[in-house]
């Protein structure tokens, strides 16, 4: 398989897989778009790979990407998140044993929101694995799990590819497209290839969020405290939505703070909007950077989007 900048998974499965032991529960932790998904089939083609190396060619590697591996279970949800009944068929079927190999997984994605009932389900299972069977859990959140099921699994956290990795990942996907476009749109997303590809297959959430972090950018350089309010007031939908907007934001003001202190290493979707934020003074952008981040750590705490909009755009000017 070919991952991007995902060192983090990888290196820890070809140690495990060197030593013959694997550990049976997997939580991997990441942004949307950062990769949890692919990361998790790269986990289960470590596992089930007849060559052991998660090569991607070999049968088993094939269906566990075609999704057919029998081995392979991607757990449904009966509603919105995973409820106490999904978790205890899993329970129930994971004293069965493998079809095709000697092992067998159950990938449960999206984690976020499923309640403590469900989780407290899986620790005894995950307490006392059966051999054969292996979890993976996937999330945007750590603090989304329950202590006990963290202390019993691997921690893995997923970042961004580097913008170099990302418009490599991006040229072999979207080969009918130049490549600095392709490297203007991978800087505007931090690396994030998910995100990257939304945007190109001409998601218009994703297009829209870019205008506005324009907008968004020129008010903060005009102190123009209606304008800021008039922005963020439209991304408050939910917590998710504006947290995803405001780590776009941060990259930008970042990027201003790099320009005034004379470097030209830019990772935010605008750059000349970052060069007219980059006038203001120094503690000025650091007390922005810190006031954005204050509100990202509110949106994890299940804080109201409208509210937290609010108060950041008083804070902003």
Not at 77 to 89: H, I, L, N
Not at 138 to 151: D, N, Q, W
Not at 164 to 181: F, G, H, N, R, V
């Amino acid at each position: 398989m070919e991952l991007y900048g995902k060192n983090a998974v990888i290196r820890p499965f070809t140690a495990m897989q060197r030593s013959g032991r694997f550990v049976h529960s997997y939580i991997i932790i990441g942004e949307h778009g950062v990769g949890k998904r692919t990361s998790a089939l790269y986990a289960a083609c470590m596992l089930l790979c007849d060559n052991k190396c998660a090569c991607g060619e070999c049968v088993q590697c094939k269906r566990v990407l075609k999704n057919e591996h029998p081995d392979l279970r991607i757990v449904e949800r009966s509603k919105k998140s995973y409820s106490v009944d999904d978790v205890r068929e899993v329970v129930t079927d994971s004293f069965t044993s493998p079809n095709d190999c000697d092992r067998k997984i159950y990938l449960f994605t999206d984690c976020d929101g499923w309640s403590d009932a469900a989780q407290a389900a899986l620790l005894k299972t995950t307490e006392d694995p059966t051999e054969s069977v292996y979890y993976i859990f996937t999330g945007e959140r750590l603090s989304s799990f329950l202590g006990t099921l963290i202390s019993r699994s691997m921690v893995i956290n997923i970042e961004s590819a580097s913008k170099d990795e990302c418009t490599a990942a991006l040229i072999s996907m979207y080969p009918e497209k130049e490549e600095q476009e392709l490297r203007d749109v991978s800087a505007s997303f931090c690396g994030n290839i998910g995100r990257c590809r939304e945007y190109l297959d001409g998601n218009e959430k994703l297009m829209e969020n870019v205008q506005r972090i324009k907008k968004l950018n020129s008010a903060v350089s005009a102190g123009d405290e209606y304008a800021c309010s008039a922005v963020l007031s439209q991304i408050t939908a939910d917590r998710t939505e504006l947290s995803a907007f405001l780590g776009m934001f941060t990259a930008c003001v970042r990027d201003s703070i790099v320009i005034k202190n004379g470097r030209n290493d830019l990772i935010g979707c605008d750059e000349q909007g970052s060069r007219k934020m980059s006038v203001l003074p120094l503690s000025r952008l650091i007390s922005i950077y810190d006031n954005i981040m204050d509100i990202s750590r509110a949106c994890d705490l299940n804080c109201n989007a409208a509210a937290a909009a609010a108060v950041l755009s008083g804070r902003l000017v």
